[in-house]
């Protein structure tokens, strides 16, 4: 089970650090990924990262203000998120999968946290 929370209402130009739990079963040697979704648009790809840390993956909007980690001792994944503008606003999901650190197709993901709303005002 992930459950992912953090989320809230920032001026543009601010910061959140978004966290995903995993509880039930260890998710170490998983990949984990963040999603969003916008009202009236569909899931996109945020960024992932493999189970070792080593590698990670940000879709091009993100890349530079957006960074993912992971500490498996705590079962947790983290999505810290800078400078945001009002095109962040969305429902942020996490999932995992055994799927490799570029996957960026949700339906490859198996398992999903219940998603935090991220609201950016201008």
């Known amino acids: 089970q992930l459950q992912a929370f953090g989320g809230g209402l920032v001026q543009a130009g601010g910061s959140l650090r978004l966290s995903c739990a995993a509880s039930?079963?260890?998710?170490?040697?998983?990949?984990t990924g963040w999603f969003r979704q916008a009202p009236g648009k569909e899931r996109d790809f945020v960024a992932a990262?493999?189970?070792?840390?080593?590698?990670?993956y940000y879709s091009d909007s993100v890349k530079g203000r957006f960074t993912i980690s992971r500490d498996n001792a705590k079962n947790t994944v983290y999505l810290q998120m800078n400078n945001l503008d009002s095109e962040d606003t969305a429902v942020y999901y996490c999932?995992?999968?055994?799927?490799?650190?570029?996957?960026?197709?949700?339906?490859?993901?198996?398992?999903w946290g219940q998603g935090t709303q991220v609201t950016v005002s201008s």
């Open positions: 999932a995992t999968g055994q799927v490799v650190v570029t996957t960026t197709y949700g339906g490859a993901y198996d398992y």
């Open positions: 039930g079963r260890t998710f170490s040697r998983y990949v």
């Open positions: 990262i493999g189970w070792n840390r080593s590698r990670t």
